[in-house]
């Protein structure tokens, strides 16, 4: 009698799998934020900026807004921006048209990303960081993991 094969192959000796190789060691993270913050700088000293600011009337609240803005335009972008103020109640279509819910709203249409901010806008911090001005902190801290 003859022995039939085995169909099934004979298992193989596993061997350990091995690590895998690291990563080579890119800038340190604290470099890239500088590069990031001076490539910030250069940008926002160079583009035109395209601001609309939407009031409700001549309140007291829309008139601040419209000196904070105007006085942080003036500041920040001097001859590189154009602000165009809206009263949401003489223009109603437009204000609906930005799905506007809130006077004042402040909307950074240029440069991308389009950018919205509501309130009287005095915290020129906030404001700053959001038409990308400035960095968000000057206390950045990267965490390795």
Do not use: H
Not at 7 to 30: D, L, T
């Amino acid at each position: 009698m003859t022995a039939k094969p085995n169909p099934r192959p004979m298992a193989k000796s596993a061997k350990p799998a091995k690590p895998p190789k690291a990563a080579p060691a890119g800038p340190n993270p604290a470099d890239r934020t500088a590069e990031f913050e001076d490539m910030l700088r250069a940008t926002s000293q160079t583009q035109r900026y395209e601001l609309r600011l939407y009031v409700t009337g001549t309140s007291q609240r829309s008139g601040q807004a419209i000196a904070n803005v105007r006085s942080l335009c003036e500041e920040y972008l001097a001859g590189r921006y154009d602000l165009e103020v809206i009263d949401i109640y003489q223009q109603p279509g437009v204000a609906a048209s930005e799905q506007i819910i809130a006077a004042p709203t402040l909307i950074k249409k240029f440069p991308a990303p389009s950018k919205r901010l509501v309130g009287d806008l005095s915290n020129r911090d906030k404001i700053l960081v959001g038409l990308n001005l400035v960095a968000r902190s000057t206390d950045t801290r990267w965490v390795e993991l």
